[in-house]
């Protein structure tokens, strides 16, 4: 059976996870980390994809991004893994595959679930034990949105506007949203939509994405793909 396209669209939010071979960790010190990070900015710029907030762990890496045009997700994803990859390797003196294969990918209603999916990202170390409190993992954006540090490239959602009218208003009203975690179902549906690739949202969300995109958009809504509008991506 062919495998189905990654889902992709200009313009909507993207919840990205993509994991180490077989859970082996793909960072092994601070200066992996650093690198990856710098990887990120710099190819996100090259290839018109705004980050909004991302995570390391020590086998995992989870992404929310906005891209400009068709494609552009993809293309900076291969750049990163070319260059991380090509630099590990060297750095290790090994060979071979670092990524476990094709990144995931869900496309979110950024009104309704880009600030549990940020929660649901920053909580991702703690539920993996590597850390006790959100707070205390440094790899990551949740520093940059609670006001502990300032990282320029990365562009706050509207949605995140939403939480107070300064600064320190919304930087407390998320700090509480993170304290507060979400709920397994909560968490479940998240993981599952991301997994698996389907779009997350209501159902006119649903509805109006399965309009411009040529597959499925999730598993309860087979529809009729828009052939005129090939927004998939297969890679």
């Not at 990654?6 to 313009?11: E, N, Q, S, W």
């Not at 649901?120 to 034990?129: I, K, N, T």
């Not at 706050?156 to 939403?162: E, G, H, I, L």
């Amino acid at each position: 059976m062919a495998r189905l396209a990654r889902l992709t669209a200009p313009g909507f939010v993207h919840h990205i996870v993509v994991r180490g071979n077989n859970g082996a960790a793909v960072f092994r010190d601070v200066s992996d980390r650093a690198h990856w990070v710098d990887c990120l900015r710099r190819f996100s710029a090259s290839n018109q994809v705004t980050v909004h907030a991302y995570v390391l762990l020590k086998d995992e890496v989870q992404l929310l991004v906005t891209p400009e045009s068709t494609g552009s997700v993809s293309r900076m994803m291969q750049a990163i893994g070319r260059q991380y990859v090509t630099t590990f390797n060297r750095k290790y003196r090994q060979t071979g595959t670092l990524w476990e294969g094709r990144y995931r990918c869900s496309l979110i209603q950024a009104d309704a679930y880009l600030l549990p999916c940020m929660v649901y990202m920053d909580l991702a170390p703690v539920r993996a034990g590597e850390v006790a409190e959100a707070s205390a993992h440094s790899w990551g954006s949740y520093a940059h949105y609670v006001g502990v540090t300032q990282e320029p490239w990365l562009v706050a959602s509207p949605r995140v506007w939403t939480l107070g009218n300064t600064p320190f208003a919304r930087e407390a009203a998320y700090r509480d949203r993170v304290v507060a975690g979400l709920s397994a179902a909560l968490v479940q549906t998240i993981r599952d939509h991301t997994h698996n690739g389907w779009a997350l949202g209501d159902e006119a969300f649903l509805t109006a994405l399965q309009g411009i995109v040529s597959r499925r958009v999730s598993k309860g809504k087979a529809g009729r793909p828009n052939k005129s509008n090939p927004l998939s991506d297969p890679n």
